[in-house]
């Protein structure tokens, strides 16, 4: 089953929601790919341009995070590091044996993304959107 964008993954930031269902889309079309058995060269670019994807959308969070003084901004960061590690644990797999990447492995690269959207990224735009109210109203 494919990942929903739908409200329940909203943060409410637009610019990392606009990010999030671009990732969710990347994803998407990975898994399409390896359920599909499209071969080494198609699902090795979906995972590739997943794994661009994530780190770019990371990088544009963490910076986010600094510029706010995101009092979480190492924990977040450190989740953002090892989910990186594990996409090119993955990438690797794909290299190496293409027809072996199992649903379970799918489902655990679904549910951290399901988590950390619904966690730590709710907590970062909740904090984010607190601060800018208290500026408003300062
Ligand atoms: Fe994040
Ligand atoms: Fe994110």
């Given at each position: 089953m494919p990942l929903v964008w739908d409200g329940?993954?909203?943060?409410?930031h637009k610019g990392i929601d606009d990010d999030h269902e671009k990732l969710v889309g990347l994803f998407n079309r990975f898994e399409d790919a390896v359920q599909r058995n499209q071969g080494r060269s198609i699902i090795a670019e979906t995972v590739c341009a997943l794994a661009d994807y994530a780190m770019s959308h990371f990088t544009r969070e963490e910076h986010v995070m600094l510029r706010h003084r995101y009092p979480a901004y190492e924990e977040h960061k450190a989740l953002h590091d090892r989910f990186l590690e594990e996409l090119s644990t993955l990438a690797g797999a794909v290299e190496e044996?293409?027809?072996?990447?199992?649903g379970e492995l799918l489902d655990f690269f679904k549910v951290w993304i399901v988590d950390h959207l619904m966690t730590a990224d709710q907590d970062l735009s909740d904090y984010i959107c607190d601060r800018q109210v208290e500026a408003a109203i300062a």
């Open positions: 329940s993954l909203c943060v409410g044996r293409p027809d072996d990447i199992s």
